[in-house]
């Protein structure tokens, strides 16, 4: 088994929101609800849940744009939470995210020489022509001609602009990369495309991969374990080779959702209830209002992680 490099601890986050628009009372939405979660050297390991689970409020605590309440994050010896931004430079440098939305994460007034070579200065690497000649073999590696350093983000199509994305985080040759939903604003065609250039920039590079999605058919096929997350909280962790056993009802959801050509009947996700107000959750298990196989204990104790095979950990009372 591989090294832990990244040791996430009972981290969690929560916001102060208004119950209603023109209220003025406020709640505590628990975005990240004492997450803890073990990143190994040089895996892929792939985080899954529904929109508004907490899988990008974790992205930015481990990137630092958020600073959790409370918990520990520590990359292999030093812990992480507690330093002050000078002494997070490090980390900054052997962190890089990949955005959804590379339109929105490009700086539209930077040519994509300007883009690609700001990292370089920020972390005073290399001369000009060292600079210049990390930009060339970058853009090669991610499929683009050297050709486009005076080009604008605006000029170029959605795929060109995620691989300048990719480019743009592989360039400080970091050791781990967050991709937040790396395909999902791309067209299908070029989605498999954007994948396979992340795969083998990790078989390259032996680069460590949080990869972010809500396609949970998409993960199972490329990562080498799986989290899930619901409301905020880590209910199961696996390998893949354990994708096709015994599973969270949560994630029996969500694997029932994808469609399958094989399949004759419809699954109608929407039979298993909405997801409860986030502001105001349930007591016990999160899920317990929705799942069809709870029993009495779930509706007033919180289940926590549990080993029930080698490397497949699940939070729920009937395991």
Not at 219 to 228: K, L, M, S, T
């Amino acid at each position: 088994m591989s090294e832990t490099i990244l040791a996430i601890q009972n981290l969690s986050k929560k916001y102060k929101i208004k119950t209603h628009p023109f209220s003025l009372k406020y709640a505590w939405l628990k975005a990240v609800n004492d997450v803890s979660l073990n990143i190994r050297k040089g895996e892929l390991l792939g985080l899954v849940g529904e929109s508004g689970c907490g899988k990008t409020t974790l992205a930015k605590l481990l990137l630092f744009l958020e600073k959790p309440d409370q918990g520990k994050i520590q990359w292999r010896d030093t812990l992480l939470t507690g330093l002050g931004p000078k002494k997070l430079k490090f980390w900054r440098r052997l962190v890089q995210p990949i955005f959804q939305d590379p339109f929105a994460s490009l700086n539209p007034k930077q040519t994509i020489n300007q883009i690609l070579q700001e990292p370089l200065l920020i972390h005073h690497l290399g001369d000009r022509r060292k600079r210049n000649r990390a930009v060339n073999q970058v853009l090669t590696e991610v499929g683009l001609s050297p050709k486009l350093k005076t080009a604008y983000p605006h000029q170029l199509s959605g795929g060109q602009r995620q691989r300048i994305a990719i480019a743009r985080a592989l360039i400080l040759k970091p050791e781990f990369i967050i991709a937040d939903e790396p395909t999902s604003a791309l067209d299908v065609s070029v989605q498999a495309q954007i994948v396979n250039l992340l795969l083998e920039s990790q078989a390259k590079r032996q680069i460590t991969y949080l990869f972010i999605s809500h396609n949970l058919s998409l993960v199972a096929n490329i990562a080498e374990r799986i989290a899930v997350m619901y409301m905020g909280k880590v209910i199961e962790i696996m390998e893949r080779n354990q994708f096709l056993g015994e599973h969270h009802p949560y994630t029996e959801v969500l694997w029932s959702s994808i469609p399958r050509l094989e399949r004759k009947t419809k699954i109608n996700v929407q039979q298993w209830g909405e997801p409860p107000n986030p502001l105001f959750l349930p007591s016990g298990c999160v899920f317990h209002p929705r799942c069809k196989q709870k029993i009495e204990i779930c509706k007033k104790e919180v289940p926590s992680l549990k080993e029930i095979k080698p490397g497949h950990w699940i939070a729920c009372h009937l395991f």
